[in-house]
């Protein structure tokens, strides 16, 4: 049996789209419920609502549109890898996502943030810094509800994610 996993998520993105935040590769729950940050106890959510000063919708479609109408953006930098279970320690054999056309395509992304280590490392060795050119970029501390080395509370993960703010429609 392979452990092959296909990231099925689109990147959230549009024309009016500042912020980029970058994942390494959706949890098992989020490509079963083909939504970004579904697992309900990842920090992203709450973190947004915190950022734009609304309530998160239940509904995933309302969520989305109200990332677009902050100018916010979502996009993996992994496309497809081996995986045993949704832990970014166990990514194995990442083929990244072709962010050279994705930036060109989208010239209005001002900063693009790192949701964790993973996303970064990833994305510096398969695709280069170089390809952000004179974008500002920020490996954030990760949104994710596994505890791991370096694990901040959720409000210093806030404070943190709080730098996005000046870019935002």
């Not at 970058?22 to 940050?37: D, H, R």
């Not at 109200?66 to 970014?88: M, P």
């Not at 060109?104 to 001002?110: L, M, S």
């Not at 900063?111 to 280069?128: D, Q, R, S, T």
Request: hydrophobic letters at 35%.
């Amino acid at each position: 049996m392979s452990n092959e996993v296909k990231n099925v998520l689109p990147p959230v993105v549009d024309a009016s789209t500042k912020v980029l935040i970058v994942g390494s590769m959706p949890g098992k729950l989020s490509l079963e419920k083909q939504q970004y940050y579904g697992n309900p106890r990842n920090h992203f959510w709450a973190i947004i609502g915190q950022i734009v000063k609304r309530t998160i919708p239940e509904d995933y479609k309302m969520r989305i549109e109200l990332l677009k109408e902050n100018g916010i953006g979502l996009w993996d930098t992994i496309e497809s890898c081996e995986r045993k279970g949704s832990l970014d320690a166990a990514i194995r054999n990442e083929k990244p996502n072709d962010f050279k056309k994705f930036f060109k395509q989208y010239p209005n992304i001002e900063l693009v943030l790192f949701n964790g280590g993973k996303a970064f490392e990833v994305f510096k060795k398969h695709i280069g810094v170089e390809v952000l050119d004179e974008r500002a970029y920020q490996k954030m501390p990760s949104t994710s509800p596994i505890p791991g080395k370096n694990i901040k509370s959720f409000d210093e993960k806030l404070a943190d994610w709080r730098v996005m703010q000046s870019y935002l429609t």
